[in-house]
Structures are given as C-alpha cells and as structure tokens.
C-alpha cells in the first residue's frame, strides 16, 4: 500500500463527502472541494478517493447510471438505487447478521465484504409516473 500522502488535501476531500446526504460523483464532489481548496486538481481528487476507498475509510459504488459515486459513511449499510432518477439511498434497515460466514461457508470462498443494493423506483419517480 502506498504511503498517505496530501493530507490536508486528503482531509478535505474526506470532510467534503462527509459533508453531503447524497452519494456525490466525482464531479459533483470536485465542484464542492473547489470552493475550499481552489488549487486541487481533479486527479488528485480521484487518487484520494481511489486510496481512501481501499483503507475502508469510504465506499466506491458502481450503480446504474455507470457513474461511479462515494459514500462518506463507511459502516455497514444497505443502499437503493432508483433506476430512473439514480439517487442513492442509504436505507435504515438491520444489516443480515453473519451473511459474510453464511456465504463463505455455503460457497467455499472467503469474503472480505460485501455491498448490497437494492435497485428499483424511488417514491418520488413513482409519483410522476402516474
């Protein structure tokens, strides 16, 4: 693992994502980090979260508009993606306790983690399609 470096960077980028109650891309997190660190460039931008996502310190989610997001909250959750607004969702619902020793001890693998997304309609898209 490469050493940290940047830190007041990296610290900005981390209380930035922190900062928001969307799962932000790298756009639209960049264009927040630009107000407080004007000289940042995107390419650090994307390193940082590249490492931080590695340490565990946030998450990567791949979703259906094939935008990579960040999620700042890096304890166990759940998420849903509407497929066709694609807001993600942090949803407030039990994590299933043991999934990590069901999977591997069903399926002879080892897992480190895992992520699961529900995907479908949000409320909001609902009410416009009727």
Do not use: W
């Amino acid at each position: 693992m490469s050493a940290k470096r940047n830190t007041i960077q990296r610290q900005i980028i981390l209380d930035t994502l922190r900062s928001f109650d969307i799962h932000p891309s790298v756009d639209i997190l960049y264009a927040e980090i630009i107000k407080i660190h004007p000289t940042i460039s995107k390419a650090t931008v994307y390193r940082n979260l590249r490492q931080l996502a590695e340490e565990g310190e946030i998450t990567h989610l791949a979703v259906t508009d094939d935008v990579a997001r960040y999620d700042g909250n890096a304890t166990p959750h759940y998420h849903f993606a509407c497929k066709l607004c694609y807001k993600i969702i942090d949803l407030e619902m039990p994590c299933v306790e043991g999934i990590n020793d069901i999977v591997q001890r069903n399926h002879g693998i080892n897992v480190d983690k895992h992520e699961i997304l529900f995907l479908g309609t949000c409320g909001e898209c609902m009410l416009s399609v009727v």
